[in-house]
């Protein structure tokens, strides 16, 4: 157009930004017949209509509203408060330590977590996927009492575990225990195992990590897992999850023989036959075989249209999980009824619409308020149109000629002025279906088991009489737990059952073989390979056990707080900075804060903190007394002592003297306080002079032999000139960086925050947290690169392991932490190590070159599911209105004719263990600095190689805002579909990358390589 403003968008660009935000000038009106259609149109959650069941035949894929992708896990991780004394780990049967592995997952640390986990449940990842958590920890979750609700705790405890077992690493046993051969000969006693399901899973593991070696499984299927494996569907829990649970079982040595069950019958096993062959000790882990029955279902079974709950789910499952090559899935069709009110039948129910089922009634005796089953499964089936009728009781079964179930007819429930449930017979139900599956729950009337039992006492409910503090039956050397003990009701609860068992199995063991038992419960935890990788580094002569340690900070106030920090396992600790006398503190306060780089975030997960806190109120003769008291009692441990005096040489070297003296490995020379200290001449204001850093560092040297390390500040022109002043005055290394100089904040009426005293003054303060760690982070790199093998210790926004990680390969030799611990608790020390270790052993492995640290690279996903529809017709379709009907429509009719081969096929995944050389994993030393080389000027990038946004359209979730983004704050080379809302980059991408950060899913947008020469667009000719 001959008249187009060059400052005006051009028709093209006009057209693209037809979908891009602007503001409304008057209100929006739009008749509502209009919004309906638009509403019926965008729709993405699940219509409230009158329609019944859903077509789910053969479709065993998840269907958990808690599952987590990578993302949603770590947004709900960071939600969690990490509470105190945490109701959560209370609520939970095997005391799972949820905050600490809720943080881990915060961190990118999915091994630790997932250590933290198998430590105390040896079915982690199975109880992740079916724990009934709304009853267990997220039922004591604190975040109940806020608006946003609990914590997704079993959603987080499947992802690290589900994590974890792709990473492919074997378990071994505690390596600080002795090893087996060294152990007493009591330790080879043979241990036997009476069902392969998750108590004696977990009982046999955790006897082997106490370091027994017989111990055997006997397992009456031909398949493992117990009810795990036999009873709950596919669709909850696969297979490879309980398989990969029982690997990590066997790698510790136990031994499992399949076809052997618990009977009186020849060749069977019994409880006298186990102890003639030598066994000191059975623990018996059957579940309950036998269904409780109606008489009116006497003579029915599968052929009139009639199953139990025990006949029909193991069914189900020996199909979908591939447990039987023989095996289909039951064949229903019509209408089926299921009896019961508990979680066994509400898996039946969904069960049903997999195997044909138009429609499903669940009926049962009681109201709604008496459903058993967790809402977690209520849910899933009311969203699977499985209907509900409450308030009936089964009289009849109606047959016709031929013997097939046409119905059944009930008798209408109330309750009486007593409180008791009543039949009133004159009102009568009738309801037709073609099956009916009971589930009236089971129990143990098989006599062959009960004799086989023998000799231990049978309660009047039929159970092995068990005590349920220690799991010991009436005889001393037989255990019981899960469903046959009486007292686990949940997968969770059989897993704590076999936990406890092992406990007292090897205090009776040991003491009946003349060993003394620790009257402290002491059960080993988990280990892998990871676990052995060394972390320890060497600095200017002094050998750190890891690299994490306590910044001179509010974590060292006191030598007491560091002592419970040495406990907890920090490396080193740099005290809190003291000076002499005479140049005593008192601080003010309020003076540590919140900061307001994270926005309005409450709790922990403060991106920064801002502080006008002072040096040490306390004299230098308590800290040179603590010093020397903590090196008596944690020699292998680092101490500096951090000092700070005016720009004085005889305060100076006395100083140094007093706390060498002391006992400290080294000093730290605070030349950077920002606020307050350089009012009186010390900190700051000898930190930002070259000369006098040079001066105060060349009398430290003259006065002492120990190392020291100067402190700098970052609140310099060139942080560089004041490290080469530390190096020229003798230094051995420098601490970069102290806080950065800021003002948080002003509230509405122009006070800052912290203001102190009714005149509500206040001062620049230091700035901390993870806001600084690129400033922190570019110092260390720059000194790094500019003085090299010159040591650096960081700190700057550590708070977890991978970031830890970027200061070692930036060029720091170890690591400070302030604000983490502030955020949380001394403990994030454990992650912190556990992560660095992960991180370093997957370094050495060829097979996860792809990942990104601990993250696998990220699957075609929306909620957490796996797509697959992109596959099946080749085309990418949004998830919402008609759209997502189609998608449903597609899977329904891939799953339908998806045969019982293709279905097995695509489930049997051999174990594949990744074992790294010892030899090729990274110590510390190998990887400080490594990263310092691709640092560099602005003229050495190329600007040749260029890269381009490139979209994947299955997993956008049509939010639009690398559209916006690219708009308003870029390069306007995104198109916007008005009717599918899919985002399109056009060749106008100049792959700025602006669009990729402002996605909110992970990996959905990424940077390729471009195809064609850039060539910049230069606004005019």
Known sequence: MPNQKLSADPTDIENLLGLNPVIKPHATL?????????????????????????????????????????????????????????????????????????????NRNYYGSAKMIFSDNPLGLTCGMVCPTSDLCVGGCNLYASEEGPINIGGLQQFSTEMFMKMGIPQIRDPNLPPIDQLPQSYKSKIAFIGCGPASISC???????????????????????????????????????????????????????????????????????????????????????????????????????????????????????????????????????????????????????????????????????????????????EEKCEFMPFCSPSKVLVNKNGQITGMEFFRTELNENNEWIEDKEQIVRLKCNYVISAFGSGLSDCTVREALSPIKINKWGLPEVDPVTMKTSEEWVFAGGDVAGQAQTTVESVNDGKTASWFIHKYIQETSGQSVSKEIKLPKFFTPIDLVDISVELCGIKFPNPFGLASAPPTTSAAMMRRAFEAGWGFCVTKT??????????????????????????????????????????????????????????????????????????????????????????????????????RGMGLACGQDPELVRNICLWVREAVKIPFFAKLTPNVTNILDIAKAAKEGKADGVTATNTVSGLMGLRADGSAWPSVGAQQLTTYGGVSGNAIR???????????????????????????????????????????????????????????????????????????????????????????????????????????????????????????????????ENQLLERVVNLAETSKIPKIKDIIGVAVEKIGTYKNLSQKEQVVALIDEEMCINCGKCYMACNDSGYQAIEFDAKTHLPKVTDACTGCTLCLSVCPIIDCIKMVERQIPYVPYRGCS
């Open 774 to 904: 690129p400033i922190a982070l570019r110092a260390v790199t720059h000194i790094a690169k500019n003085l090299p093998g010159f040591p650096i210790l960081a700190t700057g926004g550590i708070d977890s392991a991978e970031a830890g990680l970027q200061y070692l390969m930036g060029g720091a030799s170890v690591l400070q932490v302030c604000s983490a611990v502030q955020n949380q608790d001394f403990t994030v020390v454990d992650d912190y190590i556990t992560g660095l270790k992960a991180l370093l052993y997957l370094k050495s492995l060829d097979v996860f070159k792809n990942w990104n640290g601990q993250s696998e690279p990220t699957p075609k996903h929306q909620k957490g599911k796996v797509l697959q529809v992109g596959d099946i017709i080749g085309i990418h379709l949004p998830s919402f209105g008609e759209f997502n009907k189609r998608q449903q429509e597609i899977k329904q009719n891939f799953y339908k004719n998806l045969r019982e081969e293709q279905r097995k």
């Open 30 to 106: 739009k008749p509502t017949i209009d919004t309906k259609k638009d509403r019926k149109y965008w729709k993405r959650n699940a219509e409230h209509n009158c329609s019944s069941g859903c077509n789910l035949e053969n479709n065993f894929e998840d269907i958990k509203h808690t599952t987590l992708s990578e993302r949603g896990a770590l947004r709900e991780a960071n939600r969690c408060l990490k509470c105190a004394d945490a109701p959560c780990q209370k609520s939970c049967p095997t005391q799972l330590d949820v905050k600490s592995f809720i943080s881990s997952i915060g």
């Open 578 to 679: 003291f000076g002499l006398d005479h140049d005593i503190v008192t601080n003010v306060s309020p003076r540590i804060v919140r900061g307001t780089t994270s926005g309005p975030v409450y709790g922990p997960g403060q991106g920064s903190f801002l502080n006008i806190e002072l040096i040490s109120e306390k004299y230098a003769r308590y800290w040179c007394k603590c010093i020397k008291e903590l090196k008596d009692d944690f020699p292998d441990r680092v101490i500096i002592a951090s000092i700070m005096c005016s720009f004085n040489k005889e305060d100076w070297q006395l100083m140094a003297k007093m706390a060498e003296e002391a006992g400290s490995d080294a000093l730290e020379l605070n030349l950077s306080c920002p606020h307050g200290m350089g009012e």
């Open 204 to 382: 046999a593991t955790f006897l082997a990590r106490l370091g027994y070696s017989d111990l055997t499984i006997f397992e009456k299927e031909d398949f493992l897992g117990g009810l795990s494996s036999s009873e709950i569907p596919q669709f909850r829990l696969p297979f490879n999850v309980v398989k990969f649970e029982i690997d990590l079982m066997k790698d510790l040595g136990v031994k499992i023989e399949t076809g052997k069950k618990l009977s009186s019958e020849p060749g069977s096993l019994t409880l006298s036959l186990l102890k003639e062959q030598g066994y000191k000790c059975v623990f018996v882990g059957i579940g309950l075989p036998d269904p409780n029955n109606e008489p009116i279902f006497n003579g029915l079974s599968a052929e009139n249209g009639f199953y139990t709950s025990k006949s029909f789910l193991p069914l189900v499952s020996k199909s979908s999980k591939s447990l039987c090559c023989k095996s289909k899935l039951p064949q229903l069709n019509g209408n089926v009824i299921v009896l019961g009110a508990g979680d066994t039948a509400f898996d039946c129910a969904t069960s049903a619409l997999r195997c044909g089922a138009k429609r499903v009634y669940v009926v049962f005796r009681k109201g709604f308020n008496n459903i058993r089953a967790v809402p977690e499964e209520v849910e899933v089936a009311k």
